[in-house]
């Protein structure tokens, strides 16, 4: 198994993170925590709104946001499974991490804001390996 794998499988997961956590948007105060830095991190707050409709802490959230969230985030774990060969078959990185990517940046693209640009760039850079066949089958 390759080192690319395994950092490619943890971007992977990373992302599933950034599109999973819409589920918990972040109250005002968790927002300034560690001077500010965690909401880069969870880049949902209770708020945050666009195409797709407004997020609130406690209330119900946008269902095409959720299901695409939600989709993302299975995609781009079982993609990241299929990086490193578990229990996915090395051949589906590219459709799994590719859709999951897709589907991660028209979910940022809906409630577009600052914290939304770092998931972007990281789709971005899944695309360019899927696009690419970046990924070589491990060994």
Known sequence: MTTANWVF????????????????????????EFGGLLAWLWPWSDG???????????????????????????????????????GVPFGWWRFLAGGGAVLSLTLMAGFFGATKLLPMILAVAVLWAVATNWLQPPG
């Open 48 to 86: 945050d709104g666009g195409l797709m409709g407004q997020l609130a802490v406690g209330g119900n959230l946008p269902l095409a946001g959720l299901f695409l969230a939600m989709t993302s985030a299975t995609l781009f774990v079982c993609g990241a499974l299929a990086a490193v060969e578990i």
């Open 9 to 32: 499988a943890a971007l992977l997961v990373l992302q599933g993170h950034f599109a999973a956590s819409y589920l918990v948007p972040l109250d005002g105060e968790a927002q300034e």
